[in-house]
DNA sequence: TGAACGATTTGT
DNA sequence: CAAATCGTTCAA
């Protein structure tokens, strides 16, 4: 894969608007073990202070979020239990906002993929989540902090993909009315989608 | 469908 | 120190 990634203009903007374009883009990882990446097929948006659903709502900054007050096109990694989620930055300085990228469709390095992800029933499971997609490409808590337009992590051009779709967001169900803001931005027909 | 898993951060 | 979390995997 040639290294192209997106200029780093193209993520500063709302994190709704990003959340939107960055679906059919390509998401690479590279590492000793070797490349993977795939197309997004599935995002969140986290719009900040005013959600609550968000690391940042009320402006909360704290070690762990302080990139989102960072330049836009630098990747905020999380953990939750077992499991690292990765987000791209969004907007201006000062405006906490990120985009939360939860699903790709596998293209580079599927047998690397499979190896890392072990066992799965097929390979629509191997990068259906964002825990999953994050274990399958290597993306850890290594990378926060890292800026998108730079090896070993980037993001490039993609595909075009038809119909995407806007719905709620998942996994947020104690954030009151945040909850059910359509802000999930996911490709209607394709397979690699977390929820279907 | 439900519980375990158990890293890290945040609030009491 | 206790609770919560933008999830995944197992067991039935």
């Known amino acids: ?24 883009k390509l998401l690479v990882k590279e590492t000793e073990e ?10 969140e948006a986290y719009v900040g202070p005013e959600d609550r659903a968000a690391h940042s709502y009320n402006n909360r900054r704290t070690p762990r979020t302080e990139v989102m007050f960072g330049p836009a096109g ?15 930055v969004a907007a201006h300085v000062g405006e906490p906002q990120a985009v ?16 890392r992800r072990g066992t799965v029933k097929g390979d629509r499971e191997l990068t259906s989540g964002p825990g999953k997609l994050c274990k399958a490409l290597g ?6 902090g890292h800026c998108v337009i ?9 595909k075009k993909y038809e119909r ?19 802000w999930r931005f996911y490709v209607e027909s394709s397979p690699y989608v977390s929820r279907r």
């Open 1 to 24: 894969m040639e290294f192209a990634p997106l200029p780093l203009e193209f993520y500063a903007k709302p994190s709704l608007q990003l959340a939107e374009q960055l679906v059919g």
């Open 34 to 43: 070797g490349i993977a990446g795939g197309f997004i097929v599935e995002t």
């Open 74 to 88: 630098y990747i905020y990694t999380y953990q939750m239990h077992t499991h690292c989620l990765v987000n791209v």
């Open 100 to 115: 939360l990228i939860r699903a790709v469709e596998p293209c580079i390095g599927i047998e690397l993929m499979r190896q």
């Open 139 to 144: 993306i850890t808590m290594k990378d926060y």
């Open 150 to 158: 730079e090896r070993p992590l980037w993001i490039g051009e993609g």
């Open 164 to 182: 995407i779709t806007a719905g709620p967001r998942i996994g947020i169900p104690n954030s009151g009315e945040a909850r059910d803001y359509p």
